[in-house]
Every structure is written in structure tokens, then in C-alpha cells.
């Protein structure tokens, strides 16, 4: 069982920057693959970013183009979503998983966050 909860969404101009937060808890945490997905209302679950937990390997989806960068802190089993040059398009609820991975569907994580809203303005 792994706990994940979400904290540092709200509202930014565009060309701004926001940094989202996972605080993650349960056991065996290395064997999980740990994810961003975002989602907007009448769309599915969007992939951003997942990393290894074991390894730290990390793989980006194309949109994010070098803007976000996925982080972590080993000590504080803290996940991170460090997201800049943010443009109105990227406004959707982002939520961290943890699962077996290591692809892009959201239906290959089984642990969620409860989801932070991020809203970007033009």
C-alpha cells in the first residue's frame, strides 16, 4: 500500500512557474514507478512524467519540451513537478502515482494522489 499526497498547485501568470509537491509513504517504495498525469474535465488522464524510485530514471512526455523537470528527495520520500515557462494550456488537475509502470496509461498505476488543480492565465 503506498499513501501519496499532493500539495502546491493554484493560479500563475503565463511565462510563470509552479513547483508541485508528492509526499509519499507506504512500503517497498523501490519497486514502484512514480508518475505526473493531469487531467482536464471531459478528457482522460494526461501523462507527464514518471521516474523509477529504484534507479531515478526518468522519461518526459513530448508537450513538456524541457519545462518540467521531475525530482525527488530521498530523505523526505518527497516527489517533485517543477514546472516553468507555463502556458494557459497546461490548466488541468495534476496528480502524482505510484505503480507498476513503467509506460503511459494511467490504468498501469494503481496509487493516486488526491489531485492539485493548477490554472495558468494568458
Known amino acids: 500500500q503506498v499513501q501519496l499526497v499532493e500539495s502546491g498547485g493554484g493560479l500563475v501568470q503565463a511565462g510563470g512557474s509552479l513547483r508541485l509537491s508528492c509526499a509519499v509513504s507506504g512500503r517497498a517504495l523501490s519497486m514502484y514507478t512514480m508518475a505526473w498525469f493531469r487531467q482536464v474535465p471531459g478528457k482522460e488522464r494526461e501523462f507527464v512524467a514518471t521516474?523509477?524510485?529504484?534507479?531515478?530514471?526518468?522519461y518526459y512526455a513530448d508537450f513538456v519540451k524541457g519545462r518540467f523537470i521531475f525530482s525527488r528527495d530521498n530523505a523526505k520520500n518527497t516527489m517533485y513537478l517543477q514546472m516553468n515557462s507555463l502556458q494557459p494550456e497546461d490548466t488541468a488537475v495534476y496528480y502524482c502515482a505510484a505503480g507498476g509502470g513503467p509506460g503511459v496509461r494511467a490504468s498501469e498505476y494503481d496509487y493516486w494522489g488526491q489531485g492539485t488543480q493548477v490554472t495558468v492565465s494568458s
Open positions: 521516474m523509477n524510485w529504484e534507479n531515478g530514471e526518468l
